[in-house]
């Protein structure tokens, strides 16, 4: 499919000039951004069913042919969103990953990182709420890619001879992936500040014991 006006015509019998096509580039880039940004703010406070996507162009001076443009609609901008925040996620949780030999500690590590990092707001409401029913094949994609790291670290670990043979890392990835998602959602769901710090150190140390449990 071609879109009228992005290729223009010199007058010249040519394309227009490079330093010219670069630009208009990074004007491209600089509006997909602009919508990112607004599509995660809005789904934060709104809630994906609540967000009118004329608020949400008006508020960063765009249409929505500008949204249709580079996400194809509302549930593409969620898509977009979801990914972008999984892959912010990812390079935190990797860095974790990476900081010690020991590949259970890391485990734990990273297990701790993301209970704690899951808690904001925006997370919850937009990743663990609104993604699952609107965006599903994000969701189980970016699952299958957590959980192949996941997999992977285990995996790391049983040739390193720390976990049984009996183990597969695919399972317990899985089971891992799952867990922690869930004791996410529980702190998140405390009445209060109190009760959410008691329930955090709670789950930090379940999950640090389930992943010690590994260990033989």
């Keep these: 499919m071609f879109f ?4 223009r015509y010199d007058g010249g019998g040519g394309m227009m000039p ?11 880039d600089h509006t997909r951004e602009q919508l990112l940004a607004a599509g995660r703010r809005f789904f934060a406070e709104q809630g994906y069913a609540a ?3 004329d608020e949400l162009t008006a508020s960063v ?26 892959d912010e996620l990812c390079v935190e949780l ?17 297990g701790r990182a993301y209970i704690e990092k899951t808690q904001a707001p925006e997370f919850q409401r937009i990743m663990f709420t609104d993604a699952p029913a609107v965006v599903t094949d994000a969701v189980e994609e970016t699952a ?21 043979e009996r183990v597969s890392p695919v399972v317990i990835a899985t089971m891992l992936n799952g867990a922690l998602a869930d004791a996410s959602r529980w702190v998140a769901a ?3 500040d109190a009760e959410r710090e008691e329930r955090l150190d709670a789950a930090i140390e379940s999950a640090a014991a389930l992943v010690e449990g590994l260990r033989l």
Excluded: N
């Design 4 to 7: 009228c006006g992005w290729a």
């Design 18 to 28: 490079k330093s010219e096509r670069r630009t208009r580039t990074e004007m491209l």
């Design 51 to 53: 967000t009118s996507m």
């Design 61 to 86: 001076g765009l249409t929505r042919g500008a949204l249709y443009h580079h996400f194809g609609g509302k549930s593409g901008l969620m898509d977009a969103v979801v990914r972008s925040m999984d």
């Design 94 to 110: 990797r860095a974790i990953l990476r900081s010690t030999e020991d590949p259970l500690l890391a485990l734990a590590r990273r």
């Design 144 to 164: 299958r890619a957590c959980i192949a790291t996941l997999a992977e670290v285990v995996q790391d670990a049983k040739d390193r001879g720390t976990v049984s």
């Design 190 to 192: 405390a009445s209060g």
